[in-house]
């Protein structure tokens, strides 16, 4: 009878155990981003202030119960001698993404669906949005930990894990300076008017580790500071969570680009590109600049 009872206690018990262990909370944290943004337009005179915009280029960040989501676009600036604001077409496509990452529709494996339904919805206004925009989007999957990437032009990213760049997106350009771009070109401009499809994008998907250090940037950024330069600034807050310090990194890569772009005694990537297609070039190159910066918490 005892033997009985002590058995009948031993089983409760577990029993409770088991239970316990179903319906306590999971409270640690799903893989995410902690993300920081900072920019400049090239001619503050002529820009006005937008959440999402730094003169022609456009980001965003976004987040749903699936997946943690960054983009940056540039608009094609040679549109304002045809009267268009570059910024739209770049504004619009941004701003499209980030509303469909909350839809049912979205896939957090595939970063260039998201790109073309955002481009769809752009041709289907009934007023156009003309002009043309290079397009990085960067999706981190909670549930496998990886991070799907498209790119259309010479926006970019680049991952840093213990000291060293592991991972980075590859420029796409048609010849020297000019980028894959998506398009809308006025009626009757169509054939004189590069246009890529969204399938275009140049895709990767890799793991992501605790800590790592993900830099996404418009060319502002790419074609003034030196790689070196950008990793010896992004090492320095792999596994930060602290949003303020990494608010103070990216204001620091966004000031650093500011000020290369308009140092005309730099040796600047973009003239260093340039001189390997016999341009003879020196100095930065003046752009709108957008960082978005982020850290991978798992």
Same mark, same amino acid.
């Given at each position: 009878m005892q033997s009985l009872c002590w058995t009948t206690r031993f089983v409760t018990r577990a029993l409770r155990s088991g239970f316990s262990t @179903?319906?306590?909370?999971?409270?640690?944290?799903?893989?995410?981003?902690? %993300?920081?943004?900072?920019?400049?337009?090239?001619?503050?005179?002529?820009?006005?202030?937008?959440?999402?915009?730094?003169?022609e280029d456009a980001w965003f960040t976004a987040r749903s119960s699936v997946a943690d989501v960054i983009g940056v676009a540039d608009g094609v600036g040679g549109w304002r001698s045809y009267g268009i604001d570059p910024g739209e077409f770049s504004s619009f496509l941004m701003k499209t993404?980030?509303?469909?990452?909350?839809?049912?529709?979205?896939?957090?494996?595939?970063?260039?669906? @998201?790109?073309?339904? %955002?481009?769809? =919805? *752009?041709l289907e206004?009934?007023?156009?949005? @003309?002009?043309? %925009?290079?397009?990085?989007v *960067?999706?981190?999957?909670?549930?496998?930990?990886? &991070?799907?990437t498209a790119n259309i032009g010479d926006s970019g990213f680049i991952v840093v894990r213990k000291g060293e760049i592991v991972h980075r997106s590859e420029?796409?350009?048609?010849?020297?300076?000019?980028?894959?771009?998506?398009?809308?070109?006025?009626?009757?401009?169509?054939?004189?008017?590069?246009?890529?499809?969204? =399938?275009?994008?140049?895709?990767?998907?890799?793991? &992501?580790?605790?800590?790592?250090?993900?830099?996404?940037a418009t060319?502002?950024?790419?074609?003034?500071?030196?790689?070196? @330069? *950008? *990793?010896?600034?992004?090492? =320095? &807050? =792999?596994?930060?969570?602290?949003?303020?310090?990494?608010?103070?990194?990216?204001?620091?890569?966004?000031?650093?680009?500011?000020?290369?772009?308009?140092?005309s005694e730099f040796m600047s990537p973009f003239a260093i590109n340039a001189r390997k297609n016999n341009i003879n070039a020196i100095g930065g190159k003046p752009d709108d600049i957008t960082v978005v910066l982020a850290t991978v918490v798992l």
């Open positions: @179903l319906i306590e909370p999971n409270n640690k944290p799903k893989p995410h981003f902690v %993300s920081v943004v900072c920019g400049f337009p090239k001619d503050f005179h002529r820009s006005k202030y937008k959440l999402g915009k730094y003169g993404c980030e509303r469909l990452v909350n839809c049912a529709s979205f896939n957090p494996q595939k970063p260039v669906s @998201l790109l073309a339904y %955002s481009y769809c =919805e *752009l206004q009934k007023k156009p949005i @003309l002009g043309s %925009s290079t397009a990085c *960067l999706i981190l999957n909670r549930e496998n930990s990886t &991070v799907y420029e796409q350009q048609h010849y020297f300076n000019t980028p894959f771009q998506l398009s809308l070109p006025p009626p009757g401009h169509g054939d004189n008017v590069l246009s890529d499809s969204p =399938e275009s994008a140049d895709t990767l998907s890799f793991n &992501v580790k605790d800590g790592d250090v993900i830099l996404v060319d502002g950024v790419f074609d003034n500071v030196p790689t070196k @330069l *950008l *990793l010896d600034t992004l090492k =320095e &807050v =792999e596994g930060e969570q602290d949003a303020v310090k990494l608010q103070m990194t990216a204001n620091t890569i966004a000031l650093m680009a500011r000020s290369l772009a308009f140092d």
